[in-house]
């Protein structure tokens, strides 16, 4: 028996939108009277977006080509909430906001879908497409390049969300030339929007928005929002063109391309000194220190495994993951799998255990960028890889590496207008205080093989104590000192924590 976890595409009295979770394949041997789950070894073939959240450990959303819709996990992959949208079938780009609640944003090829936000951590999805459409400039109504005759239908990709302040947004497009769509806008486009989405204005001066290239990626200045790098590339269009970027907020588009090579496939800022950016390229990494003014080739080590004279397509880098907490560490996705670099660019050797990557390639490990992505902890590393066996129906695979229990974060919620501060390890979420049973419970999540280390400070007279803690309903021991309470556990994935007192 299966559930709803899937989008009806072709029903679309069916389709199911929001978070589901168990869903799947279900199985009885008793006539009925009992089920339970059995397609524990199905896998989403063929990944080809995924994105960690900015501020939370283990959180990542991602999901595959023409697939059945996104998935994310707060615990590094230890669990999947199936994420539902009809925009999720064609994603392009998925981004969090910096801010709390997190909003979600994804771009898509999916018709009228072409960039959704939600505002409900998943659990519905506002279209907002047509917001695009009404912010077209006047230079872009006048140059041809939009038929205001046909239906409103784009091709969206690159996307972003101003880390310092979350209503700033923006969205860049496809100069698609394929003729497989009916496209009222063509050339690529950048477009802003100063209120989350709810309107936007087009930001093209300075970029030629007339040329067949892909406004693949958008990277926004951690403390500046008008400093703004987008990065193009020939994904699903013709060629790139390189970096250009702003100071103005978009008002006007300059090239950044001394010494870079401009077929680039991705671009990341160095988030403690953000004048430092490295972009993938056909031609290996490049590095910039004066905010793009100029380049420097950083591919040393880059064609380790690579044996006889390199060709250009054994250079390509494809991608790029920084450590937000230490950005002298990278990761890159090359020719032959996935390689690291501990002292920012300037040596790289190949990571490649325990991935399904082998000796001598007739072809690259990866074809496209957001393969490769750094959790915000710093200690979960996740590789989508091509794979070649035999057996599998799936080409994309998806693989983590865990570098051990991250640094413990801090949470801040409000009970009743009292702060309840969490130094926590794991992935905290649905936090309730129940004053009657004197209770308090959140869920903590984390992958198996590290442990959630707690400490909580309570306002006085929340819970009586003394306390005491029950991880999935097991006692463990508790360290108190004054207001605050500690301990430890091992992560199973999804645990339910509950601190109450010993008095009710």
Do not use: C
């Amino acid at each position: 028996m299966g559930t709803a976890s899937e989008l009806h595409l072709f029903h679309t009295e069916h389709e199911q939108e929001g978070l589901h979770r168990g869903e799947g394949i279900y199985k009885t041997v008793d006539g009925g009277l009992n089920w339970f789950l059995t397609d524990r070894d199905i896998e989403e073939s063929n990944l080809i977006v995924m994105t960690p959240h900015p501020r939370l450990p283990f959180e990542m959303w991602t999901a595959g080509s023409a697939g059945r819709g996104g998935f994310v996990t707060t615990s590094a992959g230890g669990s999947w909430l199936f994420s539902a949208s009809d925009a999720a079938h064609y994603p392009m780009v998925f981004a969090y906001s910096h801010s709390f609640p997190t909003i979600q944003y994804l771009t898509s090829l999916y018709p009228n879908s072409e960039f959704i936000r939600s505002d409900d951590g998943g659990e519905t999805w506002q279209k907002l497409g047509e917001r695009l459409r009404d912010g077209l400039s006047q230079q872009t109504r006048d140059s041809g390049l939009y038929n205001p005759n046909k239906a409103w239908r784009v091709h969206s990709h690159g996307l972003a969300v101003a880390p310092s302040d979350s209503n700033i947004v923006y969205v860049g497009t496809i100069s698609d030339l394929a003729g497989r769509e009916d496209y009222s806008l063509s050339g690529a486009h950048i477009f802003r929007s100063k209120d989350s989405g709810e309107t936007f204005t087009e930001v093209s001066d300075g970029f030629p928005t007339e040329t067949a290239t892909s406004i693949n990626s958008i990277v926004i200045h951690p403390t500046n929002p008008d400093i703004v790098y987008v990065m193009t590339s020939s994904f699903e269009s013709e060629k790139g063109i390189g970096v250009y970027k702003t100071v103005t907020g978009g008002n006007e588009w300059v090239s950044i391309n001394n010494g870079l090579d401009r077929e680039t496939n991705d671009l990341q800022l160095d988030p403690i000194n953000p004048e430092i950016l490295y972009a993938a390229t056909a031609n290996g990494v490049y590095k910039t220190t004066n905010g793009g003014n100029s380049w420097e080739s950083k591919s040393d080590g880059l064609l380790e495994g690579v044996t006889g004279f390199p060709e250009r397509r054994q250079r390509e880098v494809y991608d790029l993951a920084i450590d937000p907490l230490n950005p002298l560490i990278l990761y890159a996705a090359g020719y032959m799998g996935v390689y690291k670099s501990k002292n920012g660019g300037d040596s790289w050797y190949l990571v490649n255990r325990d991935l399904p990557i082998y000796g001598s390639r007739a072809e690259s490990a990866f074809d496209h960028d957001r393969v490769l992505e750094i959790d915000a902890s710093g200690k979960i590393i996740y590789a989508v890889v091509g794979t070649r066996e035999q057996d599998r129906l799936d080409t994309m695979v998806l693989y983590r590496a865990i570098l051990g229990t991250p640094e413990p974060f801090l949470y801040k919620f409000m009970i009743d207008g009292e702060p309840v501060n969490i130094h926590s390890t794991s992935h905290l979420s649905n936090l309730i205080v129940n004053k009657e049973t004197q209770e308090l419970a959140v869920t903590a999540s984390g992958p198996v093989g590290t442990t959630g280390n707690f400490l909580i400070t309570l306002p006085d007279g929340l819970l009586s104590g003394p306390l005491s803690a029950e991880v999935d309903g097991i006692s463990v021991s508790i360290d108190m000192d004054g207001q605050a309470t500690t301990f430890s556990f091992p992560h199973v994935g999804e645990d339910q924590i509950i601190i109450l007192s010993t008095n009710s």
